[in-house]
């Protein structure tokens, strides 16, 4: 079955900390993966997306994720973490055909103590 | 920029009422979705769209319905609105070409009482 999950429910770190969120997926092939964040009482929005190739991405705000095949993950990260980086963050996984869906890890919670 | 617009931020209704939940997108892109949003459940499907008039089922399209009448409005329906569709709802568009790359309104939060 296809499924992501996101290990950490909430993590708090301290402004100017490095940050790491985990995700990892079931999916039977190679599928399009992405990061998406959700600030308070908003939309989802896009900040990375990985196709094909190089396995590490760069995204939006500084962030970057990287793609472990053998791990089946695509962690998140971000060198120095800003006060306005506390937000939802969903990690997705969405097939290659027009018939496929984008599947919603179910999120997690960043908190940044200033 | 694409700008995916839902028409309510928030709604409070009654049990039994209709409920529509509106969503316009002015990007001229194929592709609609609605999805519910739950603490620790992430986004499931509900409905979506790949043309005007057509609908597809998603994951938990039980007591809801959908409309695309036109091209950048797709509105989903709560027939006779229940407690247990409180919730926060998400409409999102992309186009045909890059399907899977999702631009999302700002959500309703719909409680229903």
Redesign the interface.
């Known amino acids: 079955a296809q499924s992501?999950t996101q290990p950490d429910?909430h993590i708090t770190v301290s402004e100017g900390a490095s940050l790491e969120l985990r995700c990892n997926y079931s999916y039977g092939a190679t599928p399009?993966l992405?990061w998406?964040v959700q600030s308070p009482?908003?939309?989802?929005?896009?900040l990375l997306?990985y196709f094909s190739g190089d396995t590490l991405v760069q995204g939006i705000k500084g962030f970057e994720a990287e793609f472990k095949r053998s791990q089946s993950s695509f962690n998140l990260r971000k060198p120095s973490v800003h006060w306005s980086d506390a937000a939802e963050y969903?990690c997705a996984v969405?097939?290659k055909t027009?018939y496929?869906?984008?599947i919603?890890?179910?999120?997690t919670s960043l908190s940044v103590i200033p | 920029d694409v700008k995916?617009t839902q028409s309510s931020?928030y709604l409070v209704k009654r049990t039994g009422e209709k409920v529509f939940l509106e969503c316009v997108q002015d990007m001229d892109h194929e592709n609609m979705f609605w999805?519910r949003q739950d603490p620790?459940?992430?986004?499931?499907?509900i409905y979506?769209s790949?043309d005007v008039k057509m609908k597809e089922k998603?994951?938990i399209p039980e007591g809801y319905s959908v409309s695309r009448e036109k091209k950048e409005r797709f509105s989903l329906i709560l027939e006779s609105a229940s407690t247990n569709q409180t919730s926060m709802y998400?409409c999102?568009s992309s186009p045909q070409l890059a399907?899977?790359?999702?631009?999302?309104?700002?959500?309703t939060r719909l409680s229903v009482l």
């Open positions: 992501v429910i399009y992405f998406y009482g908003q939309g989802l929005q896009l997306k969903f969405g097939g027009s496929d869906k984008v919603f890890g179910p999120g | 995916v931020r999805y620790g459940l992430g986004l499931r499907l979506f790949y998603g994951d998400l999102a399907k899977n790359i999702q631009y999302f309104g700002a959500g």
